[in-house]
């Protein structure tokens, strides 16, 4: 009876280490905040890392182009940015959050053009 309890524990123990996690934030970075925040707009990339081994970042540069096409026809702002890990036993998992707002570029027009036109 004391073997197969030993044996059921160690299997709870071994199972039960898998299921087991760390979470932490290693920075966390934020631009000034823009006075007109409706459309927010938010990215998010992560990577698997085993045995803590990660060779390249690369995986971070779609982060830009993924916020750019959210606000095509603007500028982001207000952006946070989190890269956080989650840690297992023997794997990690990278993730960084970016979230901003989109802020439209009004145009305007140059103090000699308003005077051609107001004199034509």
Do not use: H
Not at 22 to 34: G, K, R
Not at 72 to 84: F, H
């Amino acid at each position: 009876m004391f073997q197969n309890f030993s044996k059921l524990f160690l299997t709870l123990v071994i199972a039960g280490s898998g299921l087991v996690g760390c979470a932490s934030i290693n920075s966390v970075s934020l631009t000034p905040i823009p006075v007109n925040r409706s459309k927010p707009v938010k990215a998010e990339v992560s990577r698997w890392i085993i045995l803590g081994f990660n060779f390249n970042n690369d995986y971070v540069d779609p982060l830009v182009d993924n916020l750019k096409s959210q606000c095509p026809n603007g500028v982001v702002s207000g952006i946070l940015t989190k890269d956080e890990v989650v840690a297992y036993v023997l794997v990690f998992k990278r993730n960084v959050v970016a979230t901003g707002f989109c802020n439209t570029v009004v145009a305007k027009a140059s103090p000699e053009k308003s005077r051609k036109v107001g004199r034509q």
